[in-house]
């Protein structure tokens, strides 16, 4: 689907919403990568040693860990003989012990490759939900596999990969993106897509897109993209983007937090109960980003943070959303000094 969105500049400007952006900006090589210098650096090393270890790479979502594999797959070998030499797999929905015996291992143990590449690659997208028995069983091809197969892991949460694996593999640290870059790299977007943001709103509109990727770039590209394709950019309707996003427009989270200032239960959870949708675990981020504001008693501070801790885990069980977040304005009015 292309949309008209406007004229610059005297010419018409056409935009691909069909394309996902995220795939279309999406890295090409180590230079384009974003704040992950250290391990870039290292990575490049460990390639024009002639000595690449298996790796784990892990760090937050949206930091540039499966474009950093692809980029190191890529390098290695020549285009037209790539997907015979490159088992990519998102670990979460596919790797299961039938998996593992079957087509992970055949895939090791071919012998023949087509071209001239001498290595072949397996990269595993959220490691981290592979269960421990399968681990287990992986962990036993890796350590049997030949100098010609790298495995590439990727996960979130590095606690959740077994130690067997992880001492056979070199681990690299993705670190969360800052502010600044990813304003960078969502003002480069909106230049090659041609979109006019309006001066006047423009700082609002990147501290907007930051505030709801918490520092994924994934995220902020995809809301930036989503915000283009529901027409929100030419008046930079930022309550409807927050709202399409999971998060309480400004207007109605700045009434909550009036509420809990007035000590005011009632009208706290009049209005809870009156939003359609209520994403608790986003709005639970906005009231934490709003806490300093709260005055709330300094010897109170660690029991509230312990507290609010509980109710997000709660929730991610499957408790009433409303109770929760109930308990949670509740607890912020007796610990708020006003």
């Excluded at 490159?86 to 090791?108: G, P, Q």
């Excluded at 010609?148 to 993106?177: E, G, M, Q, T």
């Excluded at 790299?185 to 990727?213: M, V």
């Amino acid at each position: 689907m292309i949309k008209l969105i406007n004229i610059v500049n005297g010419n018409i400007v056409l935009i691909d919403l069909e394309t996902p952006w995220v795939e279309k900006y999406r890295p090409q090589n180590f230079s384009d990568i974003v704040s992950q210098s250290i391990a870039i650096e290292n990575i490049k090393d460990f390639i024009t040693s002639n000595n690449m270890p298996h790796m784990i790479f892990t760090g937050p979502a949206g930091t540039g860990k499966t474009s950093t594999a692809l980029i190191i797959a890529k390098e290695a070998i020549k285009s037209e003989n790539y997907y015979i030499n490159v088992l990519e797999l998102n670990a979460s929905d596919t790797v299961r012990m039938e998996y593992v015996r079957t087509v992970i291992k055949d895939f090791v143990n071919q012998n023949v490759m087509v071209g001239s590449s001498t290595v072949k690659f397996i990269l595993l997208d959220e490691a981290d939900n592979i269960p421990n028995q399968v681990q287990q069983a992986l962990r036993r091809i890796i350590e049997k596999s030949s100098n010609d197969v790298k495995f590439i892991l990727l996960c979130n949460y590095i606690n959740k990969i077994i130690d067997p694996i992880i001492s056979r593999c070199a681990v690299f640290r993705f670190v969360k993106l800052s502010k600044e870059k990813i304003i960078e790299r969502l003002k480069l977007i909106i230049k090659k897509e041609g979109i006019k943001i309006s001066p006047k709103k423009a700082n609002e509109f990147y501290e907007t897109l930051f505030f709801i990727s918490e520092g994924d770039l994934r995220k902020a590209i995809n809301t930036l993209q989503m915000a283009v394709a529901l027409e929100l950019i030419d008046n930079l309707d930022l309550a409807e983007i927050l709202k399409i996003s999971g998060f309480l427009d400004n207007n109605t989270f700045n009434k909550l937090i009036l509420t809990i200032k007035e000590h005011n239960l009632n009208h706290a959870k009049d209005l809870i109960e009156s939003i359609e949708n209520l994403d608790s675990r986003n709005l639970i981020r906005q009231i934490i980003n709003e806490l300093p504001s709260l005055n709330i008693n300094p010897s109170a501070y660690a029991n509230l943070i312990s507290f609010i801790g509980e109710i997000d885990y709660r929730i991610s069980q499957g408790s009433d959303e409303q109770i929760q977040i109930t308990a949670l304005i509740a607890k912020l009015i007796r610990y708020s000094e006003g």
